[in-house]
């Protein structure tokens, strides 16, 4: 996975925001910026982004990622890291297993697929 410096994302916006400039009254869909960091490294360089966000931004858990988004009218931002590299797991996820008991006799059971 390539890799930058804040430096030349920064610099590379600056470019982006003078040329959107030019049509000030342009309407665009909203723009969407995310940044992941995949790797359990990257957790000092994922804190030191998120200290530098603007605020408000929410903060958001799935399964396997947490997300933190500073959403406004003009711009998305998402920053996104592997749950497993701030936080500690407590007990694996296990798929459910059920025993049942049988609900109807085999005679029973047998009408449900054959059409009768």
Known sequence: MAKAKASEIAKNLRILADALEV????????????????NKTDKDAFLALVKLLPRPFSKKYDD??????????GLDISVYIQRSAVCELIAPAKPAE??????????EESTLTSGA
């Open 23 to 38: 049509a000030p009254d342009l309407e665009l869909p909203q723009p969407c910026f995310s940044i992941h960091f995949w």
């Open 64 to 73: 396997s990622r947490l997300m933190i988004r500073h959403d406004t009218t």
């Open 98 to 107: 059920y025993r049942c008991e049988p609900l109807l006799s085999e005679d």
